[in-house]
């Protein structure tokens, strides 16, 4: 949405001339309104972009700052104004603190406060963003922006749980006309989803629906919340493992590219025991954001329950490839481990998994890792020399991490210098070194190119003999997502 004077300049700017004189109308209030993207040749070859006459702009006022001995203030303040529309946040707090500086007062100008409390904001620097914007609001109640300051306001809150402001703030918004309300309401159903009041949530999510300035991302983005309440909280409506297949199904239709709701949809399926429908649903999704590594862990989960230990090994080891500190992966890397009767490698997973566990982790989860370290340790200790002699089923867990990273997956982010491979002291004194990444060569000739499902192929790898048994309690079981994951981020 544009205002008179924004679009003022944006008309005159389809001339061939313009000066930095012509932007004076816009400040920090268009942030969010003015269109920069450059203009695609075939849709509009003679029409120059705004984000060329910004730059225009700002270099003669750098030429400016050059040739006015003093009075700069004015200057620094639009340039700050000029690059906080262009994206471009370092460079803007640098130019208002160069105003800062130079006018050695408490600023009073809402514009330019509104402009540090967008940049601190984008900074995750909360504490000084809300202290601007509520600045802005002391000194302009009436501000043209005051709306997206409430939504910025009530979104802090609602990441430092302060729920109750945060819907505060919300309702503010809520009651000024405006495509603000639709963000508004989907905040008050994810804070009240943060607060266990999920038939609240459902009913604010479906009102929702039916909202004036709803658009089909949303849309997609309020159906894959309403098709996970569900799913995750059943006493909510009748038939809700139906309804919630069918509300994610209706999110993945309205918005195919989003992987995260395909993932869902793979989560729905797999917890209802359709393997088939979970294993197309993940492969949606990791086609189209491969780089999470809980649709990775889902799908170890999902071949590891068919007994295909070597392809789930493959989906373990990408998820926590993509995301060392993923607790719920290297747990069930463990039990996989431990399955198959490799113990000295699934204590290496589980010594990980302790060491990234968080005080605030699942109680469940802990419990298991204790338990498993408890029998696994004296296990080792015991019958090492009799277990290092004994052929292994899968790769031990330093190869794994040589050759087992899909390319798909290691052409996402960039390779780690260390494989986070636990030292761990055996009995023996043998020491399991760290794995250098950094010398491991990914050939194109690896048999695990990119993430390939056949479903209809489907087979069980039948068991290893060995000619030891183990421990009576060395009987490890798979931990769901769900143990992890109760309520799903937010962006």
Not at 72 to 91: C, P, T
Not at 162 to 175: G, K, P, W
Request: charged content about 15%; overall charge neutral; some cysteine.
């Amino acid at each position: 949405m544009f205002n008179e004077e924004t679009e003022r300049v944006v008309q005159k700017s389809s001339g061939n001339e313009i000066a930095s004189d012509d932007f004076q109308s816009l400040d920090s209030r268009n942030f969010g309104y003015l269109r920069c993207e450059v203009p695609s040749p075939e849709n509009a070859p003679d029409t120059p972009d705004m984000k060329s006459y910004l730059r225009k702009a700002i270099k003669e006022l750098h030429q400016q700052l050059d040739n006015v001995p003093s009075n700069k203030s004015s200057i620094f303040v639009r340039l700050g104004h000029f690059h906080l529309l262009l994206e471009e946040y370092s460079q803007a707090l640098s130019a208002y603190q160069c105003y800062l500086n130079i006018s050695q007062n408490s600023p009073e100008d809402p514009c330019v406060l509104y402009g540090l409390g967008i940049i601190y904001f984008h900074m995750k620097s909360f504490q000084p963003a809300v202290q601007c914007l509520h600045k802005v609001l002391h000194l302009a109640p009436c501000f043209e922006r005051a709306t997206d300051i409430h939504l910025r306001i009530g979104t802090i809150c609602k990441a430092n749980r302060e729920y109750r402001t945060a819907l505060e703030h919300f309702q503010i918004v809520l009651q000024a006309p405006g495509p603000n309300q639709v963000q508004a309401q989907y905040y008050i159903a994810h804070v009240y989803q943060l607060q266990s009041l999920f038939l609240a949530a459902k009913h604010a999510y479906e009102a929702i629906l039916e909202m004036k300035y709803l658009t089909t991302e949303m849309k997609a983005r309020v159906l894959r919340q309403l098709g996970w309440l569900y799913h995750q909280h059943p006493a909510i409506a009748e038939h809700s493992a139906n309804k919630a297949v069918g509300m994610l199904e209706l999110a993945t239709q309205t918005d195919p590219m989003c992987g995260q709701s395909w993932y869902y949809l793979g989560r729905c399926h797999a917890d209802q025991g359709r393997v088939h429908d979970a294993f197309v649903a993940y492969q949606q999704s990791v086609q189209r954001s491969g780089h999470h590594a809980d649709t990775w862990c889902s799908i170890g989960i999902l071949y590891q329950s068919v007994h295909q230990a070597v392809d789930s090994l493959h989906s373990y080891i990408a998820a926590v490839y993509l995301d060392v500190q993923h607790l719920l992966a290297w747990t069930n890397l463990a039990c996989l481990y431990e399955s198959v009767m490799q113990p000295i490698d699934a204590l290496l997973c589980y010594k990980n998994a302790l060491n990234i566990c968080k005080p605030s982790a699942n109680g469940a989860v802990l419990n298991r890792i204790h338990h498993r370290l408890s029998v696994l340790e004296p296990y080792v200790r015991e019958l090492y020399q009799a277990i290092v002699c004994q052929p292994c089923t899968l790769p031990m867990l330093s190869e794994a991490w040589s050759t087992f990273v899909p390319l798909s997956v290691s052409n996402k982010r960039p390779l780690p210098a260390v494989c986070p491979i636990l030292h761990y002291i055996l009995p023996s004194t043998k020491v399991l070194e760290r794995v250098d990444r950094t010398k491991v060569e990914m050939r194109s000739s690896l048999t695990i190119s990119c993430f390939c499902l056949v479903p209809f192929l489907l087979h069980s790898i039948p068991p290893s003999l060995h000619p030891f048994s183990l421990h009576p309690s060395f009987t490890p079981s798979l931990l769901t997502p769900s143990l992890l994951h109760s309520i799903p981020s937010h962006s």
